[in-house]
C-alpha cells in the first residue's frame, strides 16, 4: 500500500516516523537508557552464560555467574578509579601551589603584552569566581537531584540483563513474529551478524581500554610524570566516545599535569606520548582488534555522539557506535530503507554519482567495489 504512494510522500512519512521516534526516544530516556546498557551488556555476558549451560548449570545460576563476573570486574575499575583519584586529592597542597605559580607566571606574561595590570586581572579573577562558584553551586544542587537517579540506573541494568537473558528465547520469538515466513532466514542472518558485530565492538573496546591504560600510563610513568596511570584510565575511557572523547582526554591530561608540576616540559611530555598513542591505536591495534566489518563515517559518527549525549547524557555517547551500527545493520538488509544505510556507511566512492550513472543504482555489485575500495569486509546484504 505504501509503495504505491508517490515517492515524495514516502520520504515525507519516513521522516515524520523518525523524528516522532526520536521525541519518543527523548520523551522515554529514563526508561530506554538502562534498557539499551543492559541489551548491549547482556550481549558481551553471552559467552559466559552459554559456557556455564553447555555445563549444564540452570539457566538462572548461569545467568547469576555471569552477573558476578560483570560486577567483580566493574567493581575492580570503580575501586582502581578511586584509589587513583585519592593520590590525586593528596597532593592537593602541591597542586595548590603549583596552580598559583602558573597563575603569576600567566599574569606577569599578560601585563607584559597587554596594558592590563596585575590588579585589573585580580579583579577580574575574582569576578569570575565568584559567577564560577555559583554555577558550580547549582551544578552540585543538580548533582544531588541526579544522584537518586544514577542509583537507580545502576539497580536496574542488572536486573534487565537477568531479564533479557532469562526471556531470550521469548523475545526472540516474538522478533520473528513481526516477519512472514519467507523472511526469517533473512532476519536470523542479520540477528546473528548483529551479534557478531556488538559482540566484536564491545570486547574490542575492553581491549582497547586495557591496552591504552597500560600503554600510555606506563610510558608516563617511565618517564616520570605524576599521576601517569590516572591520565591513562581517564584518556582510554573518554577515547570510546568517538572523536569528542579524545579532545577532553587531552585537556584533562594537560590540566593534571599543569596542576601536578611547577614546569611546562611535563605538558609537551604528555601531549606527546597521547598523541603517539593515539596514533598507534587507530591505524594499528583497533582495526584490528574490532574489525571492520561496519563501518560507520565520521560525519555520522560526530552527530550521532551530539544527538545521542543530548538525548541520555554520557551513557547515550559511549554507546552511540554500536547503536549506529546494529541501525546500519537493519538498513542494509531492507529494501524500503536503504539510503539511511548508504547515509551511516564509510563506503566513500572515489568519483561522483553526478559522473558515473552506476553510483546512482542500489547494486550488489557496486556495493561490492566500494567495500573493496574502502577496506571493509564482505556482508551478505540479502534484502529483506
Do not use: C
Not at 351 to 367: F, G, I, T, W, Y
Amino acid at each position: 500500500m505504501i509503495d504505491k504512494l508517490p515517492l515524495t510522500v514516502r520520504r515525507s512519512i519516513e521522516l515524520m516516523g523518525l523524528f516522532f521516534l526520536g521525541w519518543l526516544i527523548v520523551l522515554g530516556k529514563g526508561i530506554l537508557a538502562p534498557l539499551l546498557m543492559a541489551f548491549f551488556l547482556g550481549i558481551m555476558l553471552l559467552p559466559i552464560f552459554r559456557f556455564f549451560r553447555s555445563k549444564r548449570l540452570p539457566e538462572s545460576l548461569a545467568i547469576g555467574i555471569s552477573l558476578l563476573a560483570l560486577i567483580l570486574v566493574l567493581g575492580l575499575i570503580i575501586w582502581f578509579f578511586s584509589y587513583q583519584i585519592s593520590n590525586l586529592v593528596s597532593d592537593f597542597p602541591v597542586i595548590q601551589k603549583n596552580v598559583t605559580q602558573h597563575l603569576k607566571a600567566l599574569s606577569a606574561w599578560i601585563e607584559d603584552i597587554s596594558p592590563i595590570s596585575t590588579e585589573e586581572q585580580t579583579s577580574f579573577i575574582s569576578e569570575q569566581s565568584s559567577k564560577i562558584l555559583s554555577y558550580a553551586g547549582n551544578m552540585l544542587s543538580g548533582a544531588a537531584l541526579s544522584i537518586t537517579g544514577i542509583f537507580v540506573f545502576l539497580g536496574l541494568v542488572p536486573i534487565y540483563i537477568f531479564l533479557l537473558l532469562f526471556y531470550k528465547n521469548l523475545l526472540l520469538r516474538f522478533v520473528f513474529f513481526w516477519f512472514p515466513p519467507e523472511n526469517h532466514e533473512k532476519v536470523e542472518g542479520a540477528m546473528r551478524e548483529m551479534e557478531v558485530i556488538i559482540k566484536s565492538y564491545l570486547f574490542g573496546l575492553l581491549i582497547q581500554i586495557s591496552y591504552i591504560t597500560v600503554l600510555l600510563g606506563g610510558i608516563l610513568m617511565i618517564v616520570g610524570i605524576k599521576h601517569a596511570l590516572l591520565i591513562g584510565v581517564i584518556f582510554a575511557f573518554l577515547n570510546l566516545i568517538p572523536y569528542v572523547g579524545a579532545l577532553i582526554g587531552n585537556i584533562i591530561g594537560v590540566l593534571i599535569t599543569l596542576a601536578s608540576s611547577s614546569e611546562l616540559w611535563p605538558i609537551v611530555t604528555v601531549l606527546g606520548v597521547i598523541a603517539a598513542v593515539q596514533f598507534l591505536d587507530n591505524n594499528i591495534l583497533m582495526p584490528r582488534i574490532v574489525g571492520s566489518k561496519v563501518k560507520i563515517n565520521a560525519l555520522a559518527s560526530i552527530v550521532g555522539v551530539i544527538v545521542a549525549g543530548e538525548i541520555a547524557g554520557v551513557v547515550g555517547m559511549f554507546l552511540s557506535l554500536p547503536i549506529i551500527a546494529v541501525l546500519k545493520i537493519i538498513f542494509d538488509r531492507t529494501e524500503r530503507f536503504r539510503q539511511w544505510g548508504v547515509l551511516f556507511g564509510d563506503e566513500r566512492p572515489s568519483r561522483s554519482p553526478m559522473e558515473v550513472p552506476a553510483l546512482r543504482q542500489d547494486d550488489e555489485r557496486v556495493d561490492r567495489q566500494l567495500e573493496q575500495e574502502n577496506k571493509i569486509e564482505p556482508t551478505d546484504r540479502t534484502k529483506g
